[in-house]
Every structure is written in structure tokens, then in C-alpha cells.
């Protein structure tokens, strides 16, 4: 028993020593006062942006009671189902395309340089300007579309974000896609590039060309980034506000809400922003899980590229 | 070069942190004579060289220092929810009454003001003093919580060429509400023999807010015998059939001109500027919006600002006269205000009849004062076709107060776009306007439990 006790009190003795020893590193006498002085100001300025409003935030929508009446809530119900589509679709087509438009884009040619300037001009140019734009091209009376519709083949054009739901919900995406479409190309770009090129000549030794060559050498290689990538998209699409907010509105008749943009419309517009920050919140349970995949991922001794 | 010691640096910091305690009373003294206020962008810029001349004669006349900002209307009501919830306020805000007083009231969490508007009670149109009274739910009563300075209603604005375009006359236009209304529907087919794209109504059966299409349809439910829905004791009267009669009335002419195709079909999420600016670029005939920015947006062109014809409120469909929504524009001062003194020193000024007149004509008249006497006695204010017209429906006529100052509940249902999302069912999902009204009772019901007041 004595024995025992020795060892159960001596452990945390140890580790505390340890971790001071560790924190202290080489630095003697008031050398480790300065640094400790030193570090303050950057302690004190991720406790009041980061810690502060994370659990300000966490405080205003803890009580369960804003979920229920979230829950109950048509429009939030419609928000959630919007939400999902916009990820489902709005990452993934993106995604998708930009592999395909990244392989485009490795050709070689003076001319495929330029095209990928003006290519990648959607996402270099402000985010608002364009967004407000497309808005208004996608207007029914006086809109470019509508009126182009009308000079070329003497028809009225659709409602695009009047009264239909879907027609909204995918301009909305549609609009998704094209601003942020040639980031994600370009990174997929750099990850082909960083592809050895002897793999390929050996690759094609075997006779996989082609199709084939990207089946077994490019999309294998690019397989982690693109699904890290994927992730991270879909975690910076979640918190998206402007494409929604700025296209559609949340309009027709605030069905195309997204969880962003519903948050904002309850803590500013109904003035209930506890509300607003419940319906962020609720992110949450898609969120978490997104970040601890794509820390993992990161985390992964099995890197390809 | 002395050796810095962390004793040293110890002993320095400790100084600086005393320092700062001790210097911290002759701060607050310092700004006992400075109220810091948040007042609304004007429409146009001369609204806000109107505010500001009136805060230099402020300054000049009592030594105490406005600091002031101008923030656009969307903005500052962001503005106004964040402080009010993080405590950090300012002195004095110019509101958005409907959308922010009620239910910051019920909260408990603005001042008592009525030794401001006591100053000029008597002065007062008596809608607007009633406006003054909201229902704070800690102390149980009635109590005046904001100094109103200004007011507005909602008249009709025309574009006159295009009602002769398509050979018609305004004075021959009905006196009667629905029948008013009707009178413009036979000028889009007229009109679009050489115009594409051109509709008779601006009608926002919108569920974007903040106030357009709340006001739009408490007009026609003011129209049709509906007035009584809610009452000055703060009753909401859901089971009254006049008010059901009227409700389903007024949405089923709603959404019947939206989808008979003469409404533009982005009416359904119009927020409160889009249909001023469908209006200035002619794409319908007549809009029935608040006060006359249409009008004074295009005072310094004059064939366009004299082309507009602004109409006061025709009668009610049973033919008598139809009160208008009273909007008061007013500052509150929220708990936690530092300078309360200065705050409403400062509204004690502004509302002296003369100060506010001059800062409303500055400010081209897009507003009306609270003061019935002063557009009796003053000629500029029927000088102008438009403000004629205004201030006759505004200050010449009979008014009721918004709904949410009898019950802050009424705010909530406002902000839901409760009636807007009625009229978008029936005309996005078919649903029959009985229906729709029925369930829009039972959302205003739900939302009204959560505010009982006590008689």
C-alpha cells in the first residue's frame, strides 16, 4: 500500500514538472518573465476575438427551447432541406468540374494560359458586385436574360427568382458554382502539377492512356487532396451568406433560405438574435464531424500529394 | 542605458493599471456633457445636412456635444438589435419604432421619456401621443417611452403621364378603395400596346420586410371594416367576423390582382426600396407606399417630380372615410444610456414646434411633424402638390396608430411577415384566401399568447 501510494502521488508531481519544464524550455531567470510578458497581448487578443464571441455565441443560443421553436418553424424546415441541396449539389458539381477543368487546363499552349486568366476572373473579382449582377440579369421585366430571350426568340422568359422555389433555390446554386468553381479548379491544378511526371511515361509503357491514365494514375494521386478539398469546401459552403443573401433573398417567399441566411433574418429582421444564433448553431452537428474528418485527413501519415 | 528588470516592468504596469482607475471619474465627467447618438441616414442629402445644422444650433445653444452617426435604415436597425442585446448602448436613437420599440419596451429596457413629451403634449396630433404610450411588461402599465418628432403615412403615388397615356384621367379615377384600384387595372393593356412589360399596380404582397407589405395590407384591411383587429387596450380581436370578413377580403383582392398579371411578378420579395425603384423606372403605373421619398428622390428633376400625382387615401369600400396607418418616427433612449441628460435635453429641443418644422423642411419635406398646428400655419407645407396631399391625409384627417403600440406582439407578427406569407400561399401553393387567413390567425394567436397584457 505504501508503495502504491508513492507511485499515485508521485505521477502527477512528474507530469507537472514536466509540462513546466517543457513550457519554460532553455529560458533562465527573468528571461521567462518577458516571454510570458511578451505572449499576453496575443493571449488577450485570441481571448476577446476567438474564445470570447465563440462562447457569447454558445451562450446566447443555449437554450433548448429556441431549437424546439426553430424545429416547428416551416420556413427553418424548408431552410434545413435548401441547406442540404445547396451542399449536395453546390459542392459536389463544383468539385466535380473543376477535377475535369483541372486536367483541361495542364495542356500546354499560350492560349490555355489565357483562357485560364479569364477563367479564373469570377472568383478574383469582388463577391457583392458580381452577386448583385447576376441579380439583376436574372430579373424578369428588365433583366439581360430575359430581355435577350425576348430580342433573339420573341419569348418572355421565366420568373427565375419570382415565384418558383426550385427555379430560385437553382440560380442560387448555379450562381454557387460559377463564383467559386476556379478556385478549387486551380488547386486541383497545382495538385496535378505536382504529379511526377515520370509516373505518367511509365503509365503509359503499361499502356494506360487517356481515360485510363486518369483512372489509375491522376484521380488515385489526386484522391486525398480532392477529398480534403471536398471537405473544407463544405465547411466554408455551410457559413455561406453572400451567394443566397444577395441572388435570391431567401425570396420567393422565403423558401430558399439557407441556414446563414436565416440566422441573420431572425436576430436582425424579427430582432430576435438569440434566435438567429440557434439557427447558425444548429449547424453544428454537420459541422463538427466535417472538421474532425478533415483534421483526421490532415493528420494522416498516408499522404498522396 | 538603464538594465530593465521584470520588477521594473511589474512596477510599471501596476502604475499605468492605477493610473487608469483614477483617471476613470474625470472620463465620465467629461462625457456627461456628450450623448452619443445613432440617427437614420436621410433618403436624400438634404436630410442629412438638416440634421446636422440642427445639431450645430443644438451645440451652440447648450454647450453639450452631440457625437452623432448617420446610418442608413437597414443598417442601424442590425445596429440597434446588437446593442440592445449586448447592453453597450448609445444615448439616444433615432428607431425604427414599429420593429424595435414594442418589444424593447415589454423587455423593460428603455427609459421613461414622458417628462420630454410632456413638454409638448398639447401640441401634438393625438394619435401621435397615443403612439407614445407602449406596454412595458415589468411594471405592468403604460408608460411614454419614445419623443416622436416626425410623422408618415402611406399615400398613393401615380405617374400621371401614364395614366393619360392610356387615355385616362386622374380626377376621374373613384373615391372608393377597391373601385380606386380597380380604376388603374385597364391601363396595362393600353399601356403595353407600345410598352413591354409595364403593369398597373405596384402592390407589394411581399414577405420581405420590414414595413411595406404590413402596411399595404392593413390598408386594405382598414378598407374593408377590419380596423378593429386590434384595439387600444391591447386586445387582438381574431374571432370579431367583421375582422375575418375583411381579412379574407383583403387577401383574396390582393393576391386575385397579383396573379390576374398586374402586379410585376417580383413583387413577392420586394424589400421596402424595391418598389421606389421599380416606380422611378416606370415599370408600373401607380404605387400605395410611406411617405413621399418616391416623390422627394426626384426633387431636383422637376418634369419627373412633377409628373407624380400623390393622392391621399381614397374612402372606405362601405364609402366612409378610412382611417390611415399613423407611423411616428421617434429617438428612445435605452437603459444603460450614459447621458441621459443630454439625451433628452437634446429631444426636448427638437421637439419644439419651430426647431422641428425648419428641420423637416431642410430636409424637403419628406416627412411630416407631429404638430397638426404647424402645417395650419405655416404655407410651405401646402405649397407643394405632394405635401398637400400628405398632409392632408396625414395631419388633416383621421389617423390610428400602428398596431404594435397596442400590443408589442403585433410587432412580432410584422416582423414574421405573417400576412405577406398568407397572400404568397395563395398565390404560390393555390391555397383558398378562407384558408389562408384562418391560418394566419392561428400564427397571429400563438404569437399574441406570448404578450398578455394586463388591462
Known amino acids: 500500500m505504501a508503495s502504491a501510494t508513492v507511485i499515485d502521488v508521485g505521477r502527477p508531481v512528474a507530469r507537472r514538472r514536466s509540462l513546466f519544464s517543457s513550457l519554460r524550455g532553455s529560458l533562465q531567470g527573468s528571461e521567462y518573465a518577458w516571454a510570458i510578458a511578451f505572449c499576453i497581448p496575443y493571449v488577450g487578443v485570441f481571448i476577446a476575438f ?218 436582425f429582421e424579427i430582432a430576435r438574435p438569440q434566435l438567429g444564433v440557434a439557427a447558425v448553431l444548429s449547424s453544428l452537428p454537420l459541422m463538427i464531424p466535417l472538421v474532425v474528418i478533415l483534421m483526421h485527413k490532415l493528420r494522416t501519415s498516408d499522404v498522396q500529394l | 542605458m538603464a538594465h530593465i528588470t521584470r520588477r521594473a516592468v511589474l512596477r510599471s504596469s501596476l502604475a499605468v493599471a492605477a493610473a487608469g482607475t483614477l483617471a476613470r471619474p474625470f472620463i465620465a465627467n467629461a462625457a456627461a456633457k456628450t450623448a452619443t447618438v445613432w440617427w437614420t441616414q436621410g433618403f436624400v442629402p438634404e436630410e442629412d445636412a438638416a440634421f446636422k445644422k440642427l445639431v450645430d444650433d443644438y451645440q451652440k445653444l447648450s454647450g453639450n456635444t452631440i457625437d452623432f452617426s448617420l446610418i442608413p435604415f437597414a443598417p442601424l436597425n442590425q445596429k440597434v438589435v446588437s446593442a440592445m442585446t449586448s447592453g453597450d448602448v448609445p444615448d439616444l436613437i433615432d428607431i425604427n419604432v414599429d420593429v424595435l420599440v414594442p418589444q424593447n419596451v415589454w423587455d423593460d429596457k428603455m427609459v421613461d421619456v414622458s417628462d420630454v413629451v410632456e413638454t409638448q403634449k398639447a401640441e401634438f396630433l393625438p394619435s401621435v401621443y397615443t403612439a407614445t404610450q407602449y406596454y412595458n411588461n415589468v411594471s405592468k402599465k403604460r408608460g411614454t417611452y419614445i419623443v416622436p418628432y416626425k410623422t408618415a403615412v402611406q399615400p398613393f403615388h401615380v405617374w400621371n403621364s401614364l395614366v393619360e397615356k392610356a387615355g385616362f384621367k386622374l380626377s376621374d379615377a373613384p373615391k372608393t378603395w377597391d373601385a380606386f384600384w380597380d380604376f388603374f387595372k385597364p391601363m396595362q393593356a393600353k ?160 421637439i419644439q414646434p419651430q426647431v422641428t418644422n425648419n428641420y423637416l423642411k431642410e430636409g424637403l419635406g419628406r416627412f411630416m411633424p407631429a404638430v397638426p398646428s404647424l402645417v395650419k400655419s405655416d404655407p410651405y407645407w401646402m405649397a407643394d402638390p405632394h405635401r398637400a396631399a400628405y398632409v392632408t391625409e396625414c395631419l388633416l384627417s383621421d389617423t390610428v396608430p400602428n398596431y404594435p403600440v397596442f400590443n408589442p406582439g403585433w410587432a412580432e407578427v410584422n416582423a414574421q411577415q405573417v400576412w405577406g406569407s398568407a397572400e404568397a400561399d395563395i398565390i404560390r401553393n393555390g391555397t383558398d384566401p378562407k384558408a389562408a387567413a384562418e391560418t394566419a390567425f392561428k400564427k397571429i394567436e400563438a404569437i399574441i399568447a406570448k404578450y398578455p397584457i394586463v388591462s
Not at chain 2, 411581399?206 to 374593408?224: E, M, Q, R
Request: aromatic letters at 12%; charged letters at 15%.
Open chain 1, 50 to 267: 476567438v474564445i470570447f464571441p465563440v462562447f457569447y455565441g454558445l451562450w446566447l443560443g443555449h437554450s433548448p427551447s429556441l431549437y424546439v421553436e426553430l424545429m416547428h418553424d416551416p420556413i427553418y424546415q424548408d431552410t434545413i432541406v435548401n441547406t442540404l441541396l445547396y451542399l449536395a449539389i453546390g459542392v459536389n458539381v463544383k468539385m466535380f468540374f473543376a477535377l475535369l477543368l483541372s486536367g483541361f487546363f495542364m495542356r500546354k499552349g499560350w492560349w490555355v494560359k489565357g483562357l485560364l486568366m479569364i477563367y479564373v476572373l469570377p472568383w478574383a473579382v469582388p463577391a457583392l458586385p458580381t452577386f448583385i449582377s447576376i441579380h439583376w440579369m436574372l430579373n424578369t421585366q428588365w433583366g439581360l436574360i430575359n430581355n435577350t430571350l425576348w430580342d433573339v426568340f420573341h419569348v418572355d422568359g421565366p420568373g427565375w427568382l419570382d415565384t418558383s422555389r426550385w427555379m430560385a433555390l437553382g440560380s442560387v446554386i448555379t450562381t454557387y458554382i460559377w463564383k467559386n468553381m476556379p478556385f478549387w479548379t486551380v488547386i486541383l491544378l497545382a495538385g496535378r502539377m505536382a504529379i511526377p511526371q515520370e509516373l505518367y511515361e511509365a503509365a503509359e509503357v503499361d499502356g494506360a492512356t487517356g481515360i485510363r491514365r486518369f483512372i489509375h494514375v491522376s484521380f488515385p494521386l489526386l484522391a486525398n487532396l480532392y477529398l480534403v478539398c471536398t471537405l473544407l469546401s463544405t465547411i466554408f459552403t455551410l457559413g455561406d451568406f453572400n451567394t443566397a443573401y444577395f441572388i435570391s433573398g431567401g425570396g420567393p417567399a422565403l423558401s430558399t433560405h439557407v441556414l446563414a441566411t436565416l440566422g441573420i433574418r431572425d436576430a
Open chain 2, 191 to 350: 399601356l403595353r400596346e407600345t410598352t413591354r412589360n409595364i403593369y398597373s399596380l405596384g402592390l407589394q404582397c411581399t414577405t420581405t420586410g420590414p414595413n411595406d407589405g404590413n402596411n399595404v395590407f392593413c390598408g386594405f384591411l382598414i378598407a374593408n371594416g377590419g380596423n378593429g383587429i386590434v384595439t387600444k387596450d391591447g386586445k387582438v380581436h381574431l374571432d370579431d367576423p367583421q375582422v375575418k370578413e375583411a381579412a379574407i377580403k383583403s387577401l383574396t383582392w390582393i393576391t386575385k390582382a397579383y396573379k390576374d398579371g398586374y402586379v410585376p411578378s417580383g413583387a413577392l420579395s420586394w424589400n421596402d426600396a424595391d418598389d421606389n425603384n421599380a416606380f422611378h423606372s416606370k415599370l408600373f403605373v401607380m404605387d400605395f407606399d410611406g411617405t413621399i421619398s418616391t416623390e422627394v428622390a426626384l426633387f431636383h428633376d422637376k418634369d419627373q417630380y412633377e409628373d407624380i400625382a400623390t393622392l391621399a387615401l381614397p374612402m372606405a369600400n362601405d364609402g366612409k372615410p378610412m382611417p390611415a396607418q399613423l407611423g411616428v418616427s421617434a429617438a428612445v433612449i435605452p437603459k444603460g444610456a450614459k447621458s441621459i441628460d443630454v439625451a433628452k435635453d437634446f429631444m426636448k429641443y427638437l
